[in-house]
C-alpha cells in the first residue's frame, strides 16, 4: 500500500462503519447473550418513521436499533460513540434493515406465510439465553434477558415470527446459487488484470490560509461540525482493593480443632508402606512362571521381557490399595509380600499374568499428634482464613447491598478508597496517556460502564483479590465547549478552508490531464508544496491478496475506471484530494477449465445470495408499497446526533 494513504484512513471507526456487523433486527443469540430490535406494538399515525403495506414502523424501534448497533460495535470499538455512529452512516443501515425486516413479515402474511404461536414458542425453548440453572427454559430469565434489550415478550414473538417467514420466503431464493460457468471466467480474468497508473494527493493543507478565521466564523463553523469534537463518554470511579492477606480475620486453630482433625484424619497418620514395582504382562500362568524363574536365575526383568516380545514398564511406589486398582488384588497381595529387589510371585489380572520385580519399598512411620500438628495446622489455617474470608466478603456485599455507602464500608473494614482519573471505555485515562489504572479495575471496567452513580459493587478479580467499586461521576460524549478545543477548531477550519481550494486545484489539474498534460507537470504548475505522487503497476490479485485489512479508496477508484481516463477524488475528514490517473489496463489470458475459475465460482456464491435476496426485497418493496416519513428519521438522526 503507498505510504501516504496510511495517514488518511485512520479514523476511528472506518469508513464504511463495519456495517457488515450490523445483523440486529433479526435477533442473534450467542454466549447467553441476547441482541437484536424490536417491532410491533401499537403505532399512532404520528409515531412511525415508515409504513410499509399499511403497517407503520414505531420511531422506537429505529433508536432501538441504533443503540443495539452501538452497544454490538463496541465489543470492537469500546469508546465508539452515537455521533460517530450516525455521521458514519450506521443508522441509515439500521434504518434499511428495519425496512426490510418489517417488507418480509408484511409480504409473508400477505401471500398466507405466518409463524404459528406454536412454531414460536418451540424456537424461544431453544436459545440457551433463557435457559436457568437447571438447563431448561426458565421464564424469569427470558423476562429479564428480554428487559435488559428493552423489549417485551409481544415484541420479542413478532421478531421471532418475521424470522421465520424470512427463512420461508428467501431460503429457496438464496439457497446455494452457482454463478454461471462464464460469468465466473469473466470475473477470474479480472482477478489476472494489471493496472498502470499514477496517484497523487493534493492536501488541504498546501492551500489552508495561514491567517485563523474571526470569531463569528469559528463559532459558526464549529456548530456545523461540533459531531467532529465529540468526547466519548468517560466514568470516574472510586474504589478499593483488597487481598485475603489484608483482612483481619481469626484463622488461628484450636488445640481442640487440631485434635479433632488428628482423630478424623487418623488413616492419613499411622504407618504406611509403598512400593515400586517394574512389570510386563503375558498371557498364561504358565509363561509367566517360566519367565520368572529365568530373572530369579539372574536374568534382567527388562531384557526378558524384551526377548520374549514384551515391554517392561516402572511404576511410581503405590500403597497396596492403589496397587490393587490399578492391576488386580491379587498380583498387589503378592507384590507386598515380596522383600525389595525381589521377583514378585506371579499373579493374574484384568489384562493377562504379571511378571514383576519389586524396585523399592517405603515405609513411614506412624505420626503422633505432636509430629502432625504442624501440618494440620497449616491446613486448617487455610482452610478457617478462606471461610473466614468468605463470610466477610458476604458481610460487605451484604452491606452494600442494603445500601451502605462506599466510604462508610471501607472505614469498616479498614480499606483504602482510591479515586481514578476520568476512564474511557477501553480503560485509558482521557487526555492522560502516562496514567495506567490498577490492573484489578480491568475486570471490572465492563461492568463499571453499565453501572448508575453511586451504586458499589464488590467483585472478586483474582483468587485471592476483592475490589468494591463505584461510579462516582459520568460525562457523557457530547462536543465540548469552543473554547476546550480552540486551537483544533482552528486547525479544523482552516483545512476545511483548504479542502475547499484542495477540490479546486484537483479539478484544475485533472483537466490539464486529460488535455494530455502529464500529471507531474499539472502538480508543478501549482506552485505548491506537500504534494505526493505514486506510480501505480498493481495486479487485481494483490489487492484481494488479504495483506491489507482494508483497500485505500483511490485504488479501489483506479480499479473501476475506463483505461485512459483521470478522475479526482475526496479524501476523508477535510485532509485533502485525489487526482487518479489511469494510463493501462492489461488482462492476462485465463485457460479453460481453470482452478481460478472455480474459486471465483465458489467465492461469489455469497455475493450472488446477497444479490438475489436484495432483488427479492426490492420486489417485495414494490409490491407492498413504503413510505419513509423524512421528518420523523431527521428528528431521530437529531437526537441521536446529540444535535437537539
Known amino acids: 500500500m503507498i505510504s501516504f494513504f496510511r495517514r488518511f484512513f485512520q479514523s476511528k471507526i472506518g469508513l464504511p462503519i463495519v456495517l457488515a456487523f450490523l445483523a440486529l433486527i433479526a435477533l442473534a443469540f450467542a454466549a447467553s447473550d441476547i441482541s437484536g430490535s424490536s417491532f410491533g406494538g401499537a403505532v399512532s399515525n404520528s409515531d412511525k418513521i415508515a409504513v410499509v403495506g399499511g403497517e407503520g414502523i414505531p420511531v422506537s424501534d429505529l433508536t432501538l436499533g441504533a443503540n443495539t448497533a452501538v452497544d454490538q460495535l463496541r465489543r470492537q470499538n469500546p469508546t465508539l460513540t452515537m455521533p460517530e455512529f450516525v455521521a458514519e452512516g450506521g443508522l441509515d443501515e439500521v434504518m434499511r434493515q428495519l425496512i426490510d425486516r418489517y417488507t418480509i413479515g408484511a409480504y409473508g402474511e400477505k401471500y398466507g406465510l405466518r409463524g404459528g404461536e406454536n412454531l414460536v414458542n418451540s424456537?424461544?425453548?431453544?436459545?440457551?439465553?433463557?435457559?436457568?440453572?437447571?438447563?431448561?427454559?426458565?421464564?424469569?430469565?427470558?423476562?429479564?434477558?428480554?428487559?435488559?434489550?428493552?423489549l417485551t415478550p409481544a415484541m420479542f414473538r413478532?421478531?421471532?415470527?418475521?424470522?421465520?417467514?424470512?427463512?420461508?420466503?428467501?431460503?429457496p431464493a438464496v439457497a446455494a446459487p452457482r454463478l454461471p460457468e462464464k460469468i465466473a471466467a469473466q470475473y477470474a480474468a479480472l482477478v489476472l488484470e494489471k493496472r498502470k497508473g499514477e496517484i497523487a494527493l493534493i492536501p488541504s493543507a498546501s492551500y489552508a490560509p495561514a491567517a485563523g478565521p474571526s470569531e463569528a466564523q469559528l463559532t459558526a463553523w464549529y456548530k456545523d461540525n461540533r459531531t467532529k469534537f465529540i468526547r466519548p463518554e468517560r466514568r470516574t470511579l472510586r474504589f478499593a482493593v483488597f487481598g485475603t492477606d489484608t483482612l483481619k480475620v481469626n484463622a488461628t486453630p484450636t488445640a481442640a480443632e487440631i485434635a479433632e482433625r488428628y482423630k478424623r484424619d487418623a488413616a492419613r497418620f499411622q504407618a504406611s508402606e509403598t512400593r515400586a514395582i517394574t512389570s510386563f504382562v503375558v498371557p498364561t500362568q504358565d509363561a509367566a512362571r517360566s519367565l520368572a524363574a529365568r530373572i530369579r536365575g539372574g536374568a534382567a526383568l527388562e531384557s526378558v521381557a524384551r526377548e520374549a516380545g514384551f515391554t517392561a514398564s516402572t511404576a511410581e511406589p503405590r500403597d497396596r490399595e492403589a496397587m490393587a486398582g490399578a492391576t488386580s488384588f491379587a498380583f498387589a497381595e503378592s507384590a507386598f509380600k515380596a522383600a525389595e529387589g525381589a521377583i514378585v510371585e506371579p499373579a493374574q489380572g484384568t489384562l493377562g499374568w504379571y511378571v514383576a520385580r519389586v524396585d523399592k519399598v517405603v515405609r513411614t512411620p506412624a505420626r503422633t499428634l505432636a509430629q502432625a500438628t504442624p501440618e494440620i495446622t497449616e491446613q486448617l489455617t487455610t482452610e478457617k482464613r478462606a471461610a473466614a474470608i468468605g463470610d466477610l466478603t458476604a458481610e460487605i456485599e451484604a452491606e452494600i447491598d442494603g445500601g451502605t455507602a462506599l466510604a462508610e464500608v471501607a472505614k469498616t473494614y479498614g480499606l483504602t478508597i482510591e479515586t481514578t482519573p476520568a476512564l474511557l471505555a477501553n480503560g485509558q485515562a482521557f487526555g492522560r496517556p502516562d496514567v495506567q489504572i490498577v490492573p484489578q479495575l480491568a475486570a471490572v471496567l465492563q461492568t463499571a460502564f453499565q453501572m448508575e452513580e453511586s451504586e458499589p459493587q464488590l467483585a472478586q478479580v483474582q483468587a485471592d483479590q476483592f475490589v468494591i467499586f463505584e461510579v462516582a461521576r459520568v460525562e457523557e460524549a457530547s462536543a465540548p465547549p469552543l473554547a476546550e478545543v480552540r486551537d483544533l477548531a482552528i486547525a479544523g477550519w482552516k483545512r476545511a478552508q483548504g479542502a475547499i481550494l484542495a477540490k479546486q486545484a484537483a479539478e484544475r489539474i485533472t483537466a490539464k490531464v486529460r488535455a494530455g498534460t502529464p500529471l507531474a507537470a499539472a502538480l508543478a504548475a501549482e506552485n505548491k508544496s506537500g504534494f505526493e505522487r505514486e506510480s501505480i503497476n498493481l495486479e487485481r490479485r494483490e489487492l484481494l491478496s488479504g495483506r491489507q485489512p482494508r483497500v485505500a479508496p483511490p485504488l479501489v477508484l483506479m480499479f473501476s475506471m475506463a483505461e485512459g481516463t483521470v478522475k479526482p477524488l475526496e479524501g476523508p475528514r477535510d485532509l485533502g484530494w485525489y487526482v487518479v490517473s489511469l494510463e493501462d489496463i492489461t488482462i492476462l489470458p485465463i485457460a479453460e477449465n481453470s482452478d481460478v475459475v472455480q474459486q471465483t465460482r465458489q467465492q461469489l456464491g455469497a455475493a450472488l445470495s446477497d444479490e438475489y435476496r436484495g432483488q427479492t426485497i426490492t420486489a417485495m418493496r414494490k409490491d407492498l408499497g413504503v413510505t419513509r416519513n423524512e421528518g420523523a428519521i431527521a428528528a431521530v438522526r437529531k437526537q441521536l446526533a446529540g444535535e437537539q
Open 123 to 150: 424456537e424461544i425453548l431453544k436459545i440457551q439465553a433463557f435457559k436457568g440453572l437447571t438447563g431448561e427454559f426458565d421464564e424469569q430469565t427470558y423476562l429479564a434477558a428480554l428487559a435488559r434489550q428493552g
Open 158 to 171: 413478532r421478531d421471532l415470527s418475521d424470522g421465520m417467514i424470512e427463512q420461508q420466503l428467501l431460503g
